[in-house]
């Protein structure tokens, strides 16, 4: 089992930037991909970043550009930081984690709850 808790969600002005963070426990951290996903009210929830063992990443092109997924291994934790925020970035952002490595379309089983992060125009 995995358990995911994130953490540095809020609200920020459009054109801003913010830094949520997950800190993982209960695996080996290194051994796990990472992913940010984020659900918009009444849109389906979507896949933005991942970042594999390797350090290999993936971007969704909405956020190409302006996201950056990391990772540090000695602190089990996986960050996503966001810079020139939209009102439409405005979601629920949560972390989870699979063993199968990227670029496989597979499933994540291990989720974080989610933070709230607001973009005001």
């Known amino acids: 089992q995995v358990q995911l808790v994130e953490s540095g969600g809020g609200l920020v002005q459009a054109g801003g930037s913010l830094r949520v963070s997950c800190a993982a426990s209960?695996?080996?951290?290194?051994?796990?991909?990472m992913a940010w996903f984020r659900q918009a009210p009444g849109k389906e929830r979507e896949i933005i970043a991942a970042?594999?063992?390797?350090?290999?990443?993936y971007y969704a092109d909405s956020v190409k550009g302006r996201f950056t997924i990391s990772r540090d291994n000695a602190k089990n934790t996986v960050y996503l930081q966001m810079n020139s925020l939209k009102p439409e970035d405005t979601a629920v952002y949560s972390c989870?984690?699979?063993?199968?490595?990227?670029?496989?379309?597979?499933?994540?089983?291990?989720w974080g709850q989610g933070t709230q992060v607001t973009v005001s125009s």
């Open positions: 209960g695996r080996t951290f290194s051994s796990l991909v």
């Open positions: 970042i594999g063992t390797t350090l290999n990443t």
């Open positions: 989870a984690a699979r063993s199968l490595p990227l670029p496989t379309a597979a499933p994540y089983p291990y």
